[in-house]
């Protein structure tokens, strides 16, 4: 997945005051992905089936490896 280069974002502050800022390179990435936390997504979900499967098997068999599952 190819995220934009830029993004302007708003939120409101914790004093209920609307903020707006511009992001570039590198923090706008961050940022980005930040939002993807807040609404529930993680990096697999943007992958095609086959390679979220590959990922997630491999995941699977570490957390056997590890006594965790």
Do not use: S
Request: glycine share 10%.
């Amino acid at each position: 997945m190819q995220r934009p280069a830029e993004v302007r974002v708003q939120w409101l502050g914790l004093d209920g005051k609307r903020q707006e800022e511009q992001f570039a390179g590198l923090w706008a990435t961050c940022v980005q992905h930040e939002i993807d936390h807040l609404n529930g997504k993680l990096f697999i979900d943007y992958l095609g089936p086959l390679k979220r499967q590959m990922i997630t098997r491999k995941m699977e068999k570490l957390k056997r490896e590890r006594g965790r599952g």
